[in-house]
């Protein structure tokens, strides 16, 4: 595993010096459909890191893992592609989300929630973990600050460089010491979109504008964003501006006009609409597209590759560390939003991709089955080269409860037979690990 560690360290390195320091975060939820945007669609090298979300902490400090779908083959592919891959932790959810001011007031609960998550990126090998929390509170100020420690201590000590990372809010809210924050954190992603949206169902306006126009300034922009974090005192390198792959459509007939409801739409959907009847307009001052459709009384507020090219052209002129995209999965096929991101922050030159390899060339796990399984599976895996390979089977909490395998093996394939008597029902994860790689799969016990 330490092998591995440092081979994907040498390849993190060499991606990130390549994109000149920049930082482009990709955020991939658990949800995505596998068959709509599987791991295999992703152009890794449009990227430099994927945050795999979403988990959220329970209030005593344990791992609340409802609504998460593991994605081995997504780690194993990144990985190999040189990108790192964080957890992601939060998100907004009206039940949820309060738990992490309750874990924060705790010190019990702080470090056993600090520990669990180094805990369970060694074991999933994920490369460090990002905090959604939607939003901490100037009055938490002091509890939110040890929270962070907290983190920071726990996956200092994981033998392993693990990054620890925010989504924040496009202000900070005077919610963080950022004379303490700034040492602790590796980037701070803003949130610069949704500047108009459902919960401001009277007026249309710009999803995610640059700049601030005679009426985005009184909701925000990019601009106004950067310039809040760093009067706090954040470095600009560790900051990454929000670029959404979505938009908003607006039940209205202009661009600034009154509106009775909103919607969120994939860029994906958006798209094709210029097609259909729709005119393309620019807020000059937003630097933001627009779609209007009179017949329909609609308006959508969106980004295009061009003015996400604009955004990252801000970025470099900025010294500002990069974006972080929600959400992969939600671009055209082709792929626009993203490799208009990469271009602009040099990750890409436009020749076209040379993929890398997604599957290691040593080993190879197969899918258990029968899966589901009550009572007996059978695992087959295929090895190429002469060594020690193990076979452990894990919860999901990254507790192991089964050594499979550990010895020395020659070329060939091999089957283990496992009972799941000793289960109760769930998901658990199978790892194979040897000659410096790791692959893991899933397998659900169905009683």
């Known amino acids: 595993m330490k092998t591995a560690r440092i081979i994907l360290l040498f390849l993190l390195t060499t991606s990130l010096a390549f994109a000149q320091s920049k930082l482009v975060v990709g955020y991939y939820p658990s949800w995505t459909s596998k068959v709509s945007y599987p791991y295999t669609s992703i152009p890794f090298r449009n990227l430099t890191h994927i945050a795999h979300a979403f988990i959220f902490p329970q209030s005593d400090g344990t791992l609340d893992l409802t609504g998460f779908t593991f994605y081995p083959e997504l780690i194993q592919a990144a990985h190999l592609n040189g990108v790192g891959v964080v957890i992601s932790v939060g998100g907004y959810d009206v039940a949820r989300t309060p738990r992490f001011a309750q874990v924060a007031a705790d010190p019990a609960a702080r470090t056993r929630f600090a520990n669990a998550l180094r805990d369970f990126c060694v074991t999933y090998q994920y490369d460090g973990v990002d905090i959604d929390w939607e939003y901490p509170t100037a009055g938490g100020r002091a509890n939110t600050t040890l929270f962070y420690q907290a983190l920071r ?19 900070d809210g005077n919610a963080y010491d950022w004379t303490i924050m700034n040492g602790l954190l590796d980037w701070v992603g803003v949130m610069t979109y949704d500047f108009y949206g459902s919960w401001s169902p009277w007026k249309a306006g710009p999803n995610s504008p640059l700049y601030g126009s005679y009426d985005a300034s009184s909701t925000g922009s990019i601009q106004a964003s950067v310039a809040d974090y760093r009067s706090k005192g954040v470095s600009s390198s560790k900051l990454l501006i929000g670029t959404p792959f979505y ?3 607006f039940n209205a007939t202009s661009v600034y006009g009154a509106c009775t409801t909103a919607s969120q739409k994939s860029y994906s959907a958006i798209a094709p609409l210029t097609q259909q009847g729709w005119t393309r307009s620019v807020d000059a001052k937003a630097h933001v597209p627009f779609l209007v459709n009179s017949t329909q009384t609609s308006v959508v507020s969106y980004d295009d590759s061009i003015s996400i090219g604009e955004k990252m052209k801000y970025v470099k002129d900025q010294g500002i560390g990069g974006t ?11 792929q626009s939003l993203l490799r208009a991101v990469s271009l602009g922050l040099g990750l890409t030159t436009g020749i076209p991709e040379q ?19 009550n009572g007996q599976t059978h695992i087959r895996y295929v090895v190429t080269n002469a060594g020690r390979y193990s076979l ?3 919860d999901l909490l990254g507790r192991q409860v089964e050594k499979l395998v550990d010895t020395e093996h020659q070329p060939g394939s091999y089957q283990v037979s496992y009972s799941s008597e000793s289960l109760p029902s769930g998901v658990y994860v199978y790892r194979l690990s040897g000659e410096g790689v790791t692959v ?7 009683r």
């Open 153 to 171: 201590t726990a996956l200092s000590s994981a033998g392993m460089p693990l990054t620890l990372s925010i989504a924040g809010g496009s202000t």
């Open 247 to 249: 938009g908003w459509q």
């Open 324 to 334: 972080i995209i929600w959400a992969l999965g939600q671009d055209t096929g082709q």
């Open 355 to 373: 993929r890398t390899e997604s599957v290691p060339r040593s080993f190879e796990l197969l899918q258990n089955y029968p899966n589901p399984f």
């Open 392 to 394: 452990r089977v894990y």
């Open 440 to 446: 893991m799969r899933t397998m659900i016990v169905l």
